[in-house]
């Protein structure tokens, strides 16, 4: 099993749509969570941290459940621009150490 | 100014050759890494490096040998290529007042032919 699952799309929504992405993640012990958004042919860039209470970036709304260790985004008010795809990364145990394990991403398309 | 810079940005090679991939950071962080994106998106972690010391090595081949000058420079050097290492190459750094987020290079497009 996978240390952090996403949904890989596409979503396709357009402009205006509000759209929510979810991912698990397998270890109970992780401790830090995040979105990271990647373009194409272009590196990742964090997107914005998750924390236990939820928080929220402007359209940006990030939630985290720890008993069900499950992380969601949801996008509000969906721009063109959103149009990337959205990583899921959690820092857990690897086998050698701690690093930032990444989903695979799912990829939202907004159209006009 | 870029933040974390990796070189070449793209890279062609035959089976079978060397070929290295330097990566360095102005960012003063203590922690680099690298990265592999393979053809189905999935981004990997390979190694890690805090103050140029290895501390994540993750199942990785023995072809591929990192190396950290100094805690600015993490480069990777692969030997005997094969065509399944054909990938996008990623050079990360995290530190400092960052905490745990991570910075990425542009990426290096390694294609094996």
């Known amino acids: 099993r996978k240390e952090v699952e996403q949904d890989p799309g596409p979503f396709n929504v357009p402009e205006g749509a509000t759209v929510a992405f979810n991912c698990t993640y397998s270890?109970?012990?992780?401790?830090?969570f995040f979105w990271y958004r990647q373009d194409c042919r272009k590196e990742p860039k964090l997107l914005m941290s998750v924390y236990s209470s939820g928080n929220e970036d402007g359209r940006f709304t990030a939630q985290l459940n720890r008993a069900s260790q499950y992380i969601s985004l949801l996008i509000r008010d969906s721009k063109l621009s959103d149009s990337a795809t959205y990583l899921c990364?959690?820092?857990?145990?690897?086998?050698?150490?701690?690093?930032?394990?990444f989903g695979k991403g799912t990829s939202l398309l907004v159209t006009p | 100014d870029t933040a974390v810079s990796q070189t070449p940005k793209y890279l062609v090679t035959q089976m079978g050759n060397d070929k290295s991939i330097k990566c360095e950071q102005n960012l003063g962080h203590d922690t680099m890494y690298w990265y592999k994106q393979d053809s189905k998106k999935f981004l990997k972690i390979m190694f890690s490096?805090?103050?140029?010391?290895?501390?994540i090595n993750e199942t990785v081949p023995n072809r591929f040998s990192p190396k950290s000058p100094d805690k600015a420079h993490l480069n990777l050097h692969i030997n005997s290529l094969e065509l399944g290492d054909s990938a996008v190459y990623f050079c990360a750094s995290k530190g400092g007042s960052s905490g745990n987020t991570i910075y990425f290079g542009e990426g290096s497009w390694l294609t094996v032919v």
């Open positions: 270890n109970s012990a992780s401790q830090s």
């Open positions: 990364v959690v820092r857990g145990r690897t086998n050698s150490g701690y690093a930032l394990n």
């Open positions: 490096y805090n103050n140029k010391e290895l501390i």
